[in-house]
């Protein structure tokens, strides 16, 4: 069964070379995986370790971890993590994240708080801009303002306005909007029941009742009690100049003495039980949750086996267990993993049940868990967990984001004194295995079981005021508030040192090649992978509009029927999806087949829609309710997105069309829950009528020979599916001209105005002229003073142009804020804020379009453009255009916003 392992892990010890190393540092050792070496520094004075990943990736990254275990409920590290960016000794700027973000182009740019560490981490591909990062994450950390005055602090945490009776506080509104999401909720269930009388039992993000008694004299004890060298590390990742970044960190850590490293680890009181609890996000059903708590693996081995072994005999569609589930009712049902800490978690969900059948879920799911234990070997199921898992290691390694995801896992082993660096330990074991192993099997049959039911809170009891929870007089805050914002206007100095954005112009970098054959479009585009991407464009123009609602449905279905074979041997996804064209627009039915290159593509999907032709009726039925889970989880967690697609009602063309394919359609799956309703053979017709038509496009990204034999396989799959006389249709569709109102259980606002450019595509000084008002209007005066999350203007291919607010306290006042832009817009000293907008536009524009990202998703922008006859010169020439621009164009652009503010679709989701 299982073979026994052997150690392919490549620990090379490299020979020590100190020729060239700052003399502050020693080098601890040099460990080689592949095409990275991991070098380990110790930084002596301080007791700093610094890892560096070494290869030739340009897209270097820097990751700062810091141990920070979560004492209280106040958010302290969470507030901390914010405010240590509003300004620091050599960077005086109350809005010094944003500056940063505008003015260094980058890839990646965050910080955030989990349970027992605080990480910083940026990603760029340009040396002047990392240096420059560098400098601003390294000072913001070890010398923040902060210290010398609470202004920032009270902005960041929570603050009271007398005047006006409101509350603002920048991780306040945050937690306000994180704690109305389910899947949060459901984590702090988890967590607080596992981990009981420990700090992990704690809320790192902060509880919304307990932020406001946070005091800043606590909120600079922590910060002293956690933030110095020895209790942090810093892994630095890709082609850098390793002596300059050692130096420039010896800078900011030299004055501090080595200490001991906080200790995070904890013994929780494991107990098996069950526990009831409540949930006041939307939604009417209960929640079945059971999780399983492992003993302390002290291996990255046993956790995988555990792993596995779960993916293939509990989560595999295929898997007796979900079989005998659905037979007993039991449909959907979820994993989530938990598992950075010492005891992995791993926890079955069933969602979205009726109250009644709560005890009947917790029967079954214990049934046919005692069941699992005597289980047979299933040989194909533990073969497709292992090609899948091959395929997932296969596409993490395309990943632009690698650096950042090998660097969070080196700050997590370090902060949970794991002592191998697990990212690579991990992937070698995996590459390994033949076989699942089933001995371990025996720590998750004996692991300790808890149990939590999760039902809506019901009670209408009234929310207490914040202020009177807090333990501030009330007389207090008008001087409190009055002073931050004295110190609001008075640090918004200009204290960054200028890129050269002309060195920071990109191509999108992927060489393409273009056939027709057999009247099909072929996009060859060519990358040096192990992966195959193909991706089918299928008009679907022909289609009657009284038929649209059964295209959409299908679309959905032959996703949801290919997730049987899939992610096994290839990831095959749908999407319905409208392009504009110089004319008119195009509707497709877009196909998305990634799989390693040594699959036929085709057989995945004609395997896909087998399994679809051979669904009864009943299979159908539970695809309803699918998507409209679906539209209820993207309501819930995509709340900015959700109110673009419910504006474009008001709006022509593509965008109309979109609309169509959300509302209206999530209304046509509720009336389908009737069961007179007949709506499964029109469904399954639809496969009949999509085929081979003129407009027909496939883009495969590959290497040459993989494409050749790709390029056959779809002329010989197409050869059969010519479709008769195709007929274009002319949708006509009713225009709805209301702003969207949409109500959500929860505490905060979210506020869009969209609008459409009615261009053919945004210009250069579109995206300046957003990046101007979010720099100098939005963010100052909706995100600082009114204490929202976030609030900006986007400018989006192909004409798109939005302003927006979210997490806001209070959407009306943001209303009247935007009203007013027009007006209040500071023009004066344009040179120097427009320099600013113009790295930022050009960050955002180059992120927009993926310029840094995969090949697969540069393939798939250039595909998206060739559809729409934009010439992708269009990328070049707009980024030279937006440095191009002078002041005297950038005011006309701004006269334009009034126009966009009158002419937009709203849309607004308020607290119910
Ligand atoms: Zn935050």
Redesign the pocket.
Known sequence: MFKSFVAIIGFISLSVSLNALPNQYTKIDTIEFGKDKVHTYLHENSGLLVRWIENEDTNTSFTLGVRTPTTDNTGVN?II??TVFTGSESFPSSTLFFDANANYPHTYMN???AADMTVYPFATPYDECYMGLLDVYLDSVFNPQMIYQPHSFYEESFYYDPTTNKYGG??YN?MKGANSQIGRVIFRNIRENVYEGTHYANDS?GEVEEIPNLTYEHFLETYRTYYYPSNMIAVLYGDIEINKVLNKIDKYVKNYTLATPVNIHVTPELESKKVTATYDTDGEGAYVIKSFVLPRLYDVQSVTDVDLWINTYMMHPQSQFRQNLQSRGIDSLEIFKDSELTHPIYSLIVSQIQSSDVEYVETVLNEEISNLWNIEEQKQHEIDTLEQTKLNILQQDMDKSRGIDISQSIVSDWVHNKDNISYYTLKEYLASLNDINENDIEVLKNAVQVDIILTPDLDEEGITEPVELVFMEEEKWTNILNDMREWQAEYDRKVLEPTNLKKMIIDLGVKDKKYKKDDINFNHYISNTELINTEIYLPTSHIPQSDLNYLFLYSHCLQKASEEITPFEGILKTKIIALENKESYVPYLKIDIISSNDKNQIEILNKANDILASKDDDWYRLQVDKVLGQFYGTFQNDIISTLGTLTKGGQDGSKRYMYEAHYPFYTFCLNCKDESVDFIEQTKQIFDVLGKRDGISIGIVSNEGVAKESIANWQEYFEDKQLEIVENYKYEFDKIDKDSVYYKEGQVDYLLYNYDSKKDYIQAIDYLASAYATKNYLQPEIRIKKGA?GSGMQAVFPNTISIYTYRDPHYKSSIEIIENMPEALEQSDIEQKMRMAKSEALSDFQGQFGLFSSDMKIASILHTLHLMEVDKEYIIKTQKAILDIDSDELKQGLEDINEIITNSQKGICIKK
């Open positions: 969470h993590e914010h910080a955030s708080t920048v991780v945050e993000g999350y």
